[in-house]
């Protein structure tokens, strides 16, 4: 099956600065790649997705790439705000959102 | 329009016993997905539901089991309870499940077994 590994599992940043989320999968035929973001005792929310025929997506401060040939992507969140702090967490799917393999989250630390 | 509902919000069981959690989807999701998510292993697929069935399964033993019924609502069963079976169960729901569909988390249900 679908193996995700997610770097790094810890980060703090100064308000202000870039954050970079990296992951990495196993299965050549996941397609579908989203992020979600998960605040605490709060439910996982979807952020931003990536499908397998797009290299980049973004949304605001927000931007993800895709790179099918290496099996990794990324998440960038730029101007990082306190609001951001939140643990993140990466999937990959081949058939869709309803079978998602995670990545074991990111807990990110924006420091104002 | 109403979110994924998940009840009970908590859950205290020993060992030995089984539980039933339930799941109600967003009006028109047929599509419901059940994850476990802990400390150390994180969010892991369980199954997921669609059209009454079990359409896909994750590496979790037999003791996990589902289902789902005509208005979408599912269960989840856990029998013979072990401590490792302490974790958050979110249910997630999203239309038909298909490639170009988004999936909707449920705020989940928190199970501790002592």
């Known amino acids: 099956g679908e193996n995700v590994e997610q770097h790094p599992s810890t980060l703090s940043v100064q308000e202000g600065d870039s954050a970079v989320i990296k992951c990495t999968y196993s299965?050549?035929?996941?397609?579908?790649f989203p992020w979600y973001k998960q605040e605490l005792g709060k439910r996982p929310q979807l952020i931003i997705d990536i499908r397998s025929n797009v290299g980049e997506k973004k949304d605001q401060r927000i931007a993800v790439t895709l790179n099918k040939t290496a099996k990794h992507f990324s998440l960038h969140i730029t101007e990082t705000q306190p609001e951001d702090s939140a643990v993140y967490f990466c999937a990959a799917s081949r058939g869709g959102a309803n079978n998602l393999f995670f990545g074991t989250g990111t807990r990110l630390t924006v420091i104002p | 329009k109403a979110g994924v509902t998940q009840t009970p919000r908590y859950l205290i069981k020993t060992r030995g016993q089984q539980v039933t959690l339930s799941c109600s989807p967003i009006?028109?999701?047929?599509?419901v997905s059940w994850y476990q998510q802990t400390p150390g292993q994180g969010l892991q697929f369980l199954f997921e539901?669609?059209?009454?069935?079990?359409?896909n399964k994750g590496n979790f033993p037999g003791r996990f089991s589902g289902r789902q019924f005509s208005n979408s609502r599912s269960e989840m069963n856990v029998s013979t309870l072990e401590l490792g079976d302490s974790a958050l169960y979110l249910c997630?729901?999203?239309?038909?499940?298909?490639?170009?569909?988004?999936?909707?988390f449920g705020s989940g249900t928190q199970l501790s077994v002592l």
């Open positions: 009006s028109g999701h047929r599509s």
């Open positions: 997630a729901s999203s239309l038909a499940g298909r490639s170009d569909e988004k999936l909707f």
């Open positions: 539901y669609f059209s009454e069935t079990q359409r």
């Open positions: 299965d050549s035929a996941s397609n579908y």
